[in-house]
Nanobody
């Protein structure tokens, strides 16, 4: 079992920055990938960024150049640094952890953290 806890959301003005954190309990070695998703009001959940076990990252076109995902293996924590935020980045951001155990994938979601970009 893995527990996923996000933090770091809040209210920020356009052009500002926030850093989200996602901490996953449990065995670090079983984690295959960690993703950040977001869901704006009335819209479908969308993939924002991914980091693999090997450290490779990928980003949605809408956030490339503005968002950066990184990790602290010692703390089982990943971060999403969000710069130059825009009103359209307003959403609930969710951390998703995929583990691989004995050939099977398992999925775990955090509870989400609200990010609001507004003047």
């Amino acid at each position: 079992q893995v527990q996923v806890v996000e933090s770091g959301g809040g209210l920020v003005q356009p052009g500002g920055s926030l850093r989200l954190s996602c901490t996953a309990s449990g065995s670090r070695r079983s984690i295959n990938a960690i993703n950040w998703y977001r869901q704006a009001s009335g819209k479908q959940r969308e993939l924002v960024a991914t980091i693999t076990a090997g450290g490779s990252t990928n980003y949605a076109d809408s956030v490339k150049g503005r968002f950066t995902m990184s990790r602290d293996d010692a703390e089982n924590t990943v971060f999403l640094q969000m710069n130059n935020l825009k009103p359209e980045d307003t959403a609930v951001y969710f951390c998703f952890v995929q583990t691989l155990v004995v050939g099977r994938f398992y999925e775990y979601w955090g509870q989400g953290t609200q990010v609001t970009v507004s003047s």
